[in-house]
Structure formats: structure tokens, C-alpha cells
């Protein structure tokens, strides 16, 4: 009877302070976005739309194509061997439309087999800030747009360093929609000096699918384009190569308009360890000419952070 009592009155209680305007504890509601997740291929370029406070640390081995284009298409020069890479992103969101974001940094270690020699360095630093334009949680639907400063604060061994700096302008979308996840970025990035760099352009797509709560098949597409050409003046290989570097490296190749176009597609997955921490693994390769770009395949695994 105490307990009925106690009952009856805990809802006329709740109901009387409802309907005189007291407020009461807040429900907590669904993150719309819970189940986004970052691409993996082409980091430096194609990340998050969303704003969120992670860390993202990254390695990558790629394996550099065997020959490649040189003097304007007069000759095949050997090449060979790898590139590896350890670097960590990092983002801080002020709110769920603005962050200030790092977005290249880390460490390279280059070992040609043949024509160039074995270098190693650290990668420019770059930074800046996006901001979600459109952030539609009932439709799942986010569009972004993000201004980032490339420093040449890099070594020049390692294809960095060079010219002035850079700035990256970039928008990026993201819909969520029944297990599917479909995001893509496109910008380009405009070197201060164009002497010692190329005016170089990209478009990224991913496509992901929850096959369950924590494991998340994925494919991923690259495309970079040379929109202008450098004039050769930086390492070596920029008076040489007839392509530019992708997304990591921009060589500011004066023969760069031979070949404008580098293509890779990517397949992996995620797999979430927890619900602020998982791991992604993905495999990349060009489906343009092999010798027209410095990768013959790309491994990257990495560990995304999020709190």
C-alpha cells in the first residue's frame, strides 16, 4: 500500500511540475552521425565532413612503381622499392559545425631501388579549419567546407619543403542512410609559388555498409588532376618525373601536364573497438598507368580516437 501510495504521488508530483513549467532532467537523445566513420585512403584530403574531436594516427607502406615516366615521355626510368609513413591527425571541434584541424604532419622514409637514393624526413605540417555548413541530423546529411595552410616546414630529401607553402580548399559531404554510409570530398590546392609546386586538384568518394554494430566493409575512390604544371625548379625528380606526387607529395614536375591524371581505388574496412575507438585498414592501387605515379600499391592502416 506505502509503495502504491509512494507511486501515485511521485506522478501527480511529476505531472503538476510539468504542467506549471518546472523543468525536468533532460532525455538524452540519439547521435544521428553515432555510425560515421572516417575514410582511409587519401588522408591528407579526404577526412571526416564532420566536426569532431579526434585523434588519428596513421601508417602507410607503399610500395613505389617499378619504372616511371620521365623526360616527357622519352624514357622508363627504374624506380622500385618503398615509401613509409607514420603521422597523427588532429581535429577539435568548438561545437558540432566548427573545428580547428591538423591535417599533415609525420614522418617519411623513402627507399628507391634504383635512380633516386634512400632519404628520410619529416612531412610539411598543414592546419586549418572546417566548418559544416549544413548539419542535418533528421536527414543524416552534413556538407563542409575546410581552409587549409600547407607549411614547408618538411625536408626537401623527402620531396618536401619546397616553394612557399600552400593553402587546400576543400568541400566535403556526408549521408548516412539505413547501414550505408556514401561521403566525398573535392578541392584543390593552390601553392603560394608556383615555381617550385603545381596547382593540383582532387575528387575522393567512399561508399561503407554496417554489415554489423562494429564491422564496416568499405571502397574508396581517388582522382587527382593537374590543373598547372610547376617550372621544375625544386628536387631532382621535379625536372624529370612526367606526373605529379598524389596526395602526399607535390614534386612541381615541369613535364606534370603529360600525364594530369592519377586514379586509385581502395578497399578495407573498419572495426569498432569501442564506441570512441577503432581501427581501419585499407589497399590501394592506381588504375591509371603505373609508371605514371609514384605508387604501384599503398597499404594504410590506422586508429581513430574520438572523444
Known amino acids: 500500500m ?7 504521488g511521485l506522478l ?3 505531472s503538476i511540475a510539468a504542467q506549471a513549467g518546472v523543468p525536468l532532467a ?29 585523434i588519428h594516427a596513421m601508417l602507410m607502406h607503399q610500395q613505389l612503381s617499378d619504372k616511371i615516366s620521365v623526360g616527357n615521355g622519352a624514357a622508363k626510368a627504374p624506380l622500385g622499392g618503398d615509401l613509409n609513413l607514420v603521422a597523427v591527425q ?4 568548438f561545437n558540432e559545425r566548427f573545428s580547428l584541424i591538423a591535417t599533415k604532419d609525420g614522418y617519411i622514409d623513402f627507399n628507391p631501388d634504383n635512380t633516386l637514393t634512400d632519404e628520410n624526413g619529416f612531412a610539411n605540417i598543414a592546419a586549418g ?10 536527414s543524416q546529411f552534413v556538407l563542409s567546407g575546410s581552409a587549409v595552410v600547407e607549411l614547408p616546414t618538411g625536408n626537401r630529401d623527402v620531396f618536401q619543403g619546397y616553394g612557399d607553402g600552400a593553402v587546400n580548399l576543400i568541400g566535403s559531404a556526408l549521408k548516412l542512410y539505413d547501414g550505408w554510409q556514401f561521403s566525398g570530398a573535392a578541392g584543390v590546392q593552390l601553392p603560394f609559388d608556383t615555381k617550385e609546386q603545381s596547382v593540383t586538384g582532387f575528387a575522393s568518394a567512399h561508399v561503407s555498409y554496417h554489415v554489423t554494430e562494429r564491422f564496416v566493409p568499405l571502397a574508396e575512390l581517388n582522382w587527382f588532376r593537374v590543373i598547372s604544371e610547376g617550372e ?3 628536387h631532382v625528380a621535379s625536372s624529370l ?10 614534386l612541381g614536375s615541369v613535364n606534370a601536364s603529360a600525364n594530369k591524371d592519377i586514379v586509385t581505388a581502395a578497399i578495407g574496412a573498419r572495426y569498432k573497438l569501442t564506441n570512441r575507438l577503432n581501427i581501419g585498414a585499407a589497399y590501394e592501387i592506381p588504375l591509371t598507368a603505373e609508371e605514371d605515379n609514384l605508387m604501384k600499391s599503398r597499404v594504410t592502416v590506422d586508429l581513430v580516437w574520438t572523444f
Do not use: R
Open 12 to 14: 501527480a508530483g511529476l
Open 90 to 93: 588532429l581535429e577539435y571541434a
Open 129 to 138: 579549419v572546417k566548418y559544416a555548413f549544413i548539419y542535418d541530423e533528421p
Open 2 to 8: 506505502k509503495n502504491y501510495l509512494l507511486s501515485t
Open 241 to 250: 618525373a612526367d606526373f605529379e606526387g598524389g596526395d602526399l607529395i607535390n
Open 26 to 54: 533532460p532525455v538524452a537523445t540519439p547521435d544521428a552521425f553515432a555510425n560515421a566513420i572516417t575514410p582511409i585512403s587519401n588522408p591528407t584530403l579526404h577526412g571526416n565532413p564532420l566536426p569532431k574531436t579526434n
Open 232 to 234: 621544375g625548379t625544386g
